[in-house]
């Protein structure tokens, strides 16, 4: 499993740090915290854990990451410390937008599925609005298992509805860019297809909102589900807002 130095440089560390790598790990690791900025440090540790980990993967012969997803545990440092700024400190006001199809009290569930041929996995992601179009609830989840893609979209549906059941939001509106799911939901009649038994779960919980719709968008108004889709190769996890990090992308979406 090659690791290459460019991979090092992306954040400053330089090759000499690691081939005068001493006999002491601790004291390898107390020279990084006084020789390299705060952020260096992070990332370089970061990367250090990331080939730690996948070479204990590799060693077990369990599935590990490339060397350009890698790339990305170097990230990891810079977006907790986003976040955790997000909490402590003020935020500059947002860019103002408006959601045309969302009204007041209403929060908007946007859902995509994504399927990894590198592995039998699929990733969800779900990013949950308010009117605003502020952020009020993200999710990215990985499942085992080989499915089609409408099948990872209705899967998706179901997860972005079980959100909503579980935070405890009254009126929602559930969109996402699979026009075959959107029918589905959309129509009256029993679906008597392979997605039969996941279409009359979504209706089934819908029942309990004061509100419950459906909406139809193209992809391009869905980059920040299917970001979260795609990155649920690497982790799988939740949280009631998103990073600044990803606050551009955010917006972008916004329609």
């Known amino acids: 499993m090659p690791v290459c130095a460019p991979s090092l440089g992306s954040f400053n560390l330089r090759w000499s740090f690691i081939s005068n790598y001493p006999a002491d790990p601790c004291g390898w690791v107390e020279f990084l ?13 970061s990367i250090c854990w990331a080939i730690w980990w996948n070479r204990n993967r590799a060693l077990m012969e369990q599935s590990y990451l490339s060397a350009g997803d890698l790339l ?11 976040a955790y700024c997000f909490f402590q400190q003020s935020y500059a006001p947002s860019p103002p937008c408006t959601l045309v199809s969302a009204r007041a009290r209403e929060v908007k569930l ?24 502020a952020c009020v609830g993200w999710k990215s989840v990985r499942k085992q298992g080989l499915f089609d893609p409408e099948m990872v979209e209705a899967m998706a549906a179901r997860e972005a509805i079980l959100l909503a059941c579980r935070v405890g939001w009254r009126r929602i509106i559930l969109e996402g860019d699979c026009a075959n799911i959107y029918q589905k939901l959309s129509a009256l009649s029993p679906d008597c297809s392979a997605l039969g038994a996941i279409i009359r779960d979504i209706k089934c919980l819908a029942l309990n909102f004061d509100l419950c719709s459906f909406s139809l968008v193209r992809r391009s108004g869905n980059k920040v589900a299917h970001c979260l889709a795609r990155r649920a190769s690497l982790f ?15 917006f972008s979406d916004v329609e």
């Open 33 to 45: 915290a006084q020789t390299l900025s705060r952020d260096d440090f992070a990332c370089g540790i």
């Open 72 to 82: 990305f545990c170097h990230q990891l440092p810079c977006l907790f410390q986003a």
């Open 110 to 133: 946007n859902f995509d599925g994504a399927i990894f041929a590198s592995s039998v996995e699929v990733g969800i992601g779900i990013i949950a609005r308010d009117s605003a179009g």
């Open 236 to 250: 799988a996890s939740e949280g009631s807002s998103i990073s600044p990090a990803l606050f551009e992308l955010l």
